[in-house]
């Protein structure tokens, strides 16, 4: 299978054949991993019992699908990837808000699934043919699993397609014999070594569990999903079929696999860490497959994280080719493994990770929503393009390639969010306003959405066939075109 060579460019429609079906296949069989798998333990590491840290993952993941499946449909419309085609709100230039907040948040979780999987590897390994957990297992392992990642992600969409075609079914069956395997010494008494609730109180904590394992597993989505229904043909699909198969596969992509994680962590008494107990915990007899499940599954998840980051690097240095992009961050990925390793404790680390990613990729997602409702779905593809072409212009230009109130609508927000923070090692002054409880992720949301919508009242969206607004957003858009653009706006496609 050739690589493929499109970045964010717009897909031609005659190469978008993948459909709904593909779009459950890609979300349920990139998840079945240990890296989406482990959030799963985090409740039960914050003090919940069973049934309280399963109501929190349930709860977060519902809320957080409903507010990101619909993203899925922007790029059903402009045929490329979702930071570009936010062009349209934030402006061609003003779209790398988008490209830097998908570059981090898949490369967090990019070093989370190598980290996690290679952690439990070496574990298993270890029973199975005495490796040493020492700091050169540990390197040989990150790299053989960083250098498979790297070779799904630059071969590109169809090769991962097919992978996770079949680790959709090979997956699901060794997460059953896990269940399995486990199921002897499930408990559902919350954990004695957990320390009591994180947070002092039972719903502080259980709503912290329900943004950092729930509700964060779709907001990681918010960049990606574009990804994927960029090559579906929205004239052989309907909205609604998309919609409903991104609903679908965030639901069961995420769902399975957590509540997998949380169903373990009691099974094995992982209060303080996942990976070790899980392999100290399984019967013999399901070492193999979990050392099929650590490296086949990390394989998959982190070559589609990774992917994404090579086409958010490749929006950012349009000079760049897609597979020099995904190098690149293949190597920062890989060295921040390494970090995680060595200097941080993986309950900190991956809570102050989806926490502060959440508080500031909320709001550019509720930005981008409003976007799409006010512009009725119809983009003009060409002009989301101007940047990639390094060239000037368009309707979607405004100030210098920046839409500067949403722009400061998203910092707004995202500033907001960073002060309702609740951290292991950093507290939010609005804490004190939300009576303990993180309120990150609602409050930037909020603030963001409620900000963009007062910055541009009374203006009409960029209008899709290059005509200027009439007021609003149309008087940055039609000043730069009296004097600072260099082509004229694209015709209608």
Aim: hydrophobic share 50%; charged share 10%; net charge neutral.
């Amino acid at each position: 299978m050739p690589i493929e060579q499109r970045g964010v460019d717009t897909v031609p429609d005659e190469e978008r054949t993948s459909g709904p079906r593909d779009l459950v296949s890609i979300l349920l069989g990139s998840n079945l991993c240990l890296g989406v798998i482990v959030f799963g333990w985090l409740p039960p590491s914050f003090g919940l019992d069973f049934w309280s840290s399963v109501s929190s993952v349930v709860a977060g993941t519902l809320v957080g699908t409903a507010l990101t499946a619909p993203l899925a449909l922007i790029s059903l419309r402009t045929a490329t990837n979702l930071s570009t085609s936010s062009g349209a709100q934030f402006g061609v230039r003003g779209r790398l808000i988008g490209s830097v907040v998908g570059l981090l948040l898949a490369l967090g979780y990019t070093a989370l699934t190598v980290w996690i999987g290679g952690d439990v590897m070496v574990g298993v390994l270890g029973r199975l043919a005495g490796l040493p957990a020492d700091g050169g297992s540990y390197a040989v392992v990150y790299a053989l699993l960083a250098a498979a990642t790297v070779a799904g992600a630059v071969y590109g969409y169809r090769v991962l397609l097919a992978m996770s075609r079949i680790l959709a079914i090979g997956m699901t069956a060794l997460l059953a014999l896990g269940l399995v395997a486990y199921a002897p010494d499930f408990t559902t008494d919350a954990l004695p070594e957990a320390g009591g609730y994180l947070l002092g109180g039972y719903w502080p904590t259980w709503l912290l569990s329900a943004v950092a394992a729930g509700l964060s597993g779709p907001v990681a989505f918010i960049t990606l999903l574009g990804d994927y229904t960029r090559y579906i043909s929205p004239a052989r699909h309907t909205p609604r079929r998309v919609l409903h198969a991104t609903w679908l596969g965030l639901i069961l992509g995420l769902l399975v696999p957590q509540l997998f994680g949380t169903f373990t962590a009691y099974a094995a008494r992982a209060a303080l860490d996942y990976a070790g107990p899980l392999v100290d915990a399984s019967p013999g007899w399901y070492l193999v497959p979990l050392l099929l499940a650590a490296s086949a599954g990390s394989v998959g998840n982190a070559g589609l994280m990774l992917y994404s980051m090579g086409l958010d690097l490749d929006a950012i240095l349009p000079r760049a080719s897609r597979a020099t992009a995904t190098y690149t961050v293949a190597a920062v990925a890989t060295a921040c493994v390494f970090a995680g390793h060595y200097a941080s404790t993986a309950q900190d680390a991956m809570t102050s990770f989806v926490l502060l990613l959440t508080a500031i990729g909320t709001p550019w997602a509720v930005i981008t929503l409003i976007g799409f409702v006010r512009c009725r779905g119809e983009y003009d593809a060409d002009a989301l393009q101007v940047f990639n072409r390094r060239s000037r212009g368009g309707v979607y230009w405004f100030r210098g390639g920046w839409n500067v109130r949403a722009a400061l609508a998203w910092a707004l927000g995202a500033v907001t969010g960073l002060l309702a923070v609740s951290l292991p090692e950093y507290q939010g002054p609005l804490l004190a306003y939300t009576g303990g409880v993180d309120c990150s992720f609602l409050l930037s949301g909020l603030v963001g959405g409620a900000a963009y919508l007062l910055l541009v009242r009374g203006g009409e969206a960029p209008a899709a066939g290059g005509a200027a607004p009439v007021s609003g957003e149309a008087a940055s858009y039609s000043s730069d075109r009296a004097g600072l653009v260099d082509s004229p706006a694209p015709e209608r496609n």
